[in-house]
């Protein structure tokens, strides 16, 4: 079972940045698809950026693409999401998660489904 824990949330203007990570309870689930999701209230859960076993395979929303850079710390066991040039429209709550299949290539990324393991969510605010 895969334990994952988001920090790096805040309130940040406009054009600010800020890094989320995710720290995995077990260094194994780095070997698997893993990807970061937002969601705000009454909306269903979007996805923003996943990245593979290789960084061959990562994949951006088109609202991040750009401005988000998605890695990984394989040492530390965390996952990091990098976000630039931030927008209002990218407040919401922002979860990590992780697959439970190991690709070597090209993976399913988009559909919550695809995930089998879910942290709690960290809160990204930007003011205007």
């Known amino acids: 079972q895969a334990h994952l824990v988001e920090s790096g949330g805040g309130l940040v203007q406009a054009g600010g940045a800020l890094t989320l990570s995710c720290v995995t309870s077990?260094?194994?689930?780095?070997?698997?698809?893993m990807g970061w999701f937002r969601q705000t209230p009454g909306k269903e859960r979007e996805f923003v950026a996943a990245i593979g076993w290789t960084n061959e395979n990562i994949y951006y929303s088109d609202s991040a693409k750009g401005r988000f850079t998605i890695s990984r710390d394989i040492d530390k066991s965390t996952l990091i999401l990098q976000m630039n040039s931030l927008r209002p429209e990218d407040t919401a709550k922002y979860f990590c998660?992780?697959?439970?299949?190991?690709?070597?290539?090209?993976?399913?990324?988009?559909?919550?489904?695809?995930?089998?393991?879910w942290g709690q969510g960290t809160r990204v605010t930007v003011s205007s």
């Open positions: 077990a260094r194994t689930f780095m070997r698997y698809p």
């Open positions: 998660a992780a697959q439970s299949t190991f690709y070597s290539g090209e993976f399913p990324y988009a559909g919550e489904s695809n995930y089998a393991f």
